[in-house]
């Protein structure tokens, strides 16, 4: 599994990378979109799963966990490993989504004390107007490229960048899968409650892939890429995660 994780995101960081050149966008939302749709997979796939056979707890708790490790653990490891300046135009509809999805959720929880179909629905509008509005931010905004950074770069063609993308995202989340279920399998083996693994081990589990991402975006000196997929990915979890649960 995380041999798998390791792998998959390479291959999908080369293919988001040259998608974001080729169109000129900024990584910051390729990181926010193309990229945290591939990385959040795991999270879907697990409270999909939990909703289906009645655990909303794991549903909505390996959300929240999520978003807990990807701000505390995978932004932290992002920015202080590779401080820098900030593209405030490029982070601010990220960030402003994030925080609405957060009050609507909020709301869900304390005032209205539940979760209901057409809340979902309403979330998973939400993440659709998000990926239009930050996509044609990107498309105002290109990216300049520097003439040697494209003189670097190996030529690929949009379906190879494409092709890894694909290859990358299936193998972060048939690893993430394997490496949470056999993960849990050895913590039960050692005597650790189950309640405690669905709390602890299946968020972390399942932000492995962010984690995994963030850290192959920094070697590759693609810090914003990182950064915008642990935006992204905490826009998923909110409005797409749930909103699917």
């Given at each position: 599994?995380?041999?798998?994780?390791?792998?998959?995101?390479?291959?999908?960081?080369?293919?988001?990378?040259?998608?974001?050149?080729?169109?000129?966008?900024?990584?910051?939302?390729?990181?926010?979109?193309?990229?945290?749709?591939?990385?959040?997979?795991?999270?879907?796939?697990?409270?999909?799963?939990?909703?289906?056979?009645?655990?909303?707890?794991?549903?909505?708790?390996?959300?929240?966990?999520?978003?807990?490790?990807n701000?505390?653990?995978?932004?932290?490891?992002?920015?202080?490993?590779?401080?820098?300046?900030?593209?405030?135009?490029?982070?601010?509809?990220?960030?402003?989504?994030?925080?609405?999805?957060?009050?609507?959720?909020?709301?869900?929880?304390?005032?209205?004390?539940?979760?209901?179909?057409?809340?979902?629905?309403?979330?998973?509008?939400i993440?659709?107007?998000y990926?239009?509005?930050?996509?044609?931010?990107?498309?105002?905004?290109?990216?300049?490229?520097?003439?040697?950074?494209?003189?670097?770069?190996?030529?690929?063609?949009?379906?190879?960048d494409?092709?890894?993308?694909?290859?990358?995202?299936?193998?972060?989340?048939?690893?993430?899968?394997?490496?949470?279920?056999?993960?849990?399998?050895?913590?039960?083996?050692?005597?650790v409650?189950?309640?405690?693994?669905?709390?602890?081990?299946?968020?972390?589990?399942?932000?492995?892939?962010?984690?995994?991402?963030?850290?192959?975006?920094?070697?590759?000196?693609?810090?914003?890429l990182?950064?915008?997929?642990?935006?992204?990915?905490?826009?998923?979890?909110?409005?797409?995660?749930?909103?699917?649960?």
């Open positions: 599994g995380l041999v798998l994780l390791i792998k998959g995101g390479d291959w999908f960081v080369d293919g988001a990378t040259g998608i974001a050149r080729r169109f000129h966008l900024p990584d910051i939302v390729v990181g926010a979109t193309v990229v945290s749709i591939g990385t959040t997979l795991p999270e879907v796939m697990v409270s999909a799963t939990g909703a289906m056979l009645g655990q909303g707890a794991m549903a909505y708790g390996n959300a929240i966990g999520s978003i807990i490790c701000t505390a653990l995978i932004a932290a490891i992002s920015v202080a490993v590779n401080p820098g300046p900030v593209n405030t135009k490029s982070m601010k509809m990220p960030v402003l989504f994030f925080f609405v999805s957060a009050a609507i959720y909020c709301v869900a929880a304390y005032l209205m004390g539940e979760f209901t179909r057409p809340l979902g629905v309403i979330m998973l509008t993440f659709v107007v990926l239009i509005f930050t996509v044609r931010q990107g498309m105002k905004n290109p990216e300049e490229v520097e003439e040697e950074e494209e003189a670097n770069a190996k030529p690929r063609t949009f379906l190879q494409l092709f890894w993308l694909v290859v990358g995202a299936g193998l972060i989340a048939v690893g993430a899968d394997l490496l949470v279920e056999h993960g849990t399998i050895i913590a039960v083996g050692l005597g409650p189950e309640t405690v693994i669905a709390l602890t081990f299946v968020a972390l589990g399942t932000s492995l892939p962010e984690l995994v991402t963030t850290i192959t975006s920094l070697r590759k000196g693609h810090a914003s990182g950064i915008g997929n642990v935006i992204g990915a905490n826009v998923f979890n909110l409005v797409l995660v749930s909103g699917v649960a």
